[in-house]
């Protein structure tokens, strides 16, 4: 007989040891089955597969409603620096001119906010390195502190002075272009990046070849466990 795995499709010498799943008595080889009855993503070292092999195995037990995929950014944690976490987004308004093309960490938008409104004349570090600082004159009180919440972008958001990673909701275009952008890249050690774009792509849907997409990625960009 045959010995092939009917979800990922593996038939040559990795195909590895055959197991049946009840009531079924259908046989999956050990990462399907796995993957099956732990609910969590996983290839073996020694039974590697194809990426071909993983959307297959992807797809059909995503389509079954066995396998959730959440997990995967579980595994970024031990991987991200938690000094690089991403800090709350903040912009300025003025009364006059509208709200500031720039996002802001809050130490960097309340020392703007002060040098707007005339409380200092020394000029915030960073300014003037970034196109996106507006160029207000200022005068009293005329500049507020607006934000503070995850707001929506359509790509990462860094703050303009010192450049530290903001918090934010992506769009869906975010999540379309990053998920054709890490596709075409070879993995890097930018975790915290990644991790906003997995968390995103998570969320975007449950359709299972776009959720076997995420995985494939995933696996081709985190240190998996084996």
């Not at 099956?36 to 409603?65: C, S, W």
């Not at 595994?75 to 009364?95: F, K, M, Q, S």
């Not at 774009?197 to 995985?215: G, I, K, T």
């Amino acid at each position: 007989m045959n010995n092939i795995c009917p979800t990922c499709g593996v038939d040559d010498e990795k195909t590895g040891r055959l197991l049946h799943r009840a009531p079924e008595n259908i046989p999956e080889c050990l990462n399907c089955h796995d993957t099956r009855y732990d609910g969590v993503f996983t290839i073996h070292d020694n039974l590697p597969r194809t990426d071909e092999q993983i959307i297959k195995m992807v797809t059909a037990l995503v389509a079954d409603g066995d396998v959730e995929i959440k997990h995967l950014t579980d595994r970024l944690e031990a991987l991200c620096d938690p000094d690089g976490a991403p800090v709350d987004l903040y912009w300025l308004h003025h009364d006059d001119e509208g709200d500031s093309d720039g996002d802001f960490c809050w130490k960097h938008a309340d020392a703007l906010a002060d040098y707007f409104n005339g409380e200092t004349d020394e000029k915030p570090e960073g300014y003037g390195e970034y196109v996106e600082i507006p160029d207000w004159t200022p005068s009293a009180d005329s500049v507020y502190i607006d934000g503070g919440w995850r707001s929506e972008k359509s790509s990462a958001a860094f703050c303009e002075c010192c450049g530290c990673r903001l918090d934010f909701s992506p769009t869906d275009g975010f999540v379309e272009y990053e998920m054709e952008y890490y596709e075409s890249q070879e993995p890097d050690k930018h975790w915290w990046s990644f991790r906003c774009f997995l968390e995103a792509a998570l969320e975007y849907s449950r359709e299972p070849a776009w959720c076997a997409r995420v995985v494939l990625l995933a696996h081709k960009w985190i240190p998996m466990e084996g």
